[in-house]
Antibody
């Protein structure tokens, strides 16, 4: 059974940093691209970032490029998102998602329960 | 970026009746590999999204056959043949033919 468990959310001041993690199990983690998707309170879904199975290739939404860094530890089956220079508009539930597909035309087949990040003074 | 536009934004349905949601993309989602990269998700209240349909018309594992997807190019439809109480939530379409992957605004389905 695929399980994705996010952690690391919380309250942070504007300009601050936070590191999210996602513990994965139930599949061969190192073979699978992974992604973060966020959802602002009462709003829709926004793709944030994706990383290849090896960790060698990453992509970001323009809204977070240069501020967020996605990474993974395949020895620990963990996905991470380092978020720096946080803004109020980064306030959202952040979901870790497993991907399926090929050649960067992926889709999300399993999602974690999410972790809430609140950026406020 | 590809813009995904869903209609309607909300829907109130009597149990047992059909429902239909439209999704239009600003560019064709048909790739030269022959696949069309359009997906449907349902987010039930208080839960993360769950995959319903992949590549226009393929039901994901465990998805009831009352859900069906159709369409081509830039116009797509999700149909629920007979709505049940457990189908309430927000439905999203999504494209992944190119980055950034983008979602529709969501269609909220409620039961009358």
């Amino acid at each position: 059974e695929v399980q994705l468990l996010e952690s690391g959310g919380g309250l942070v001041q504007p300009g601050g940093s936070l590191r999210l993690s996602c513990a994965a199990s139930g599949f061969t983690f190192s073979n699978i691209a992974m992604s973060w998707v966020r959802q602002a309170p009462g709003k829709g879904l926004e793709w944030v970032s994706v990383i290849s199975g090896s960790g060698g290739t990453t992509y970001y939404a323009d809204s977070v490029k240069g501020r967020f860094t996605i990474s993974r530890d395949n020895s620990e089956n963990t996905l991470n998102l380092q978020m720096n220079i946080l803004r109020a508009e980064d306030t959202a539930v952040y979901y870790c998602a497993k991907l399926r597909g090929l050649n960067w035309r992926y889709y999300f087949d399993y999602w974690g329960q999410g972790t809430l990040v609140t950026v406020s003074s | 970026d590809i813009v995904m536009t869903q209609t309607p934004l909300s829907l109130s349905v009597t149990p047992g009746q059909p429902a239909s949601i439209s999704c239009k993309s600003s560019q064709s989602l048909l790739h030269s590999d022959g696949k069309t990269y359009l997906y449907w998700y349902l987010q039930k209240p208080g839960q993360p999204p769950q995959l319903l349909i992949y590549e226009v018309s393929n039901r994901f594992s465990g998805v009831p056959d009352r859900f069906s997807g159709s369409g081509s190019g830039t116009d797509f439809t999700l149909k629920i043949s007979r709505v049940e109480a457990e189908d309430v939530g927000v439905y999203y379409c999504m494209q992944s033919i190119q980055l950034p992957w983008t979602f529709g605004q969501g269609t909220k389905v409620e039961i009358k």
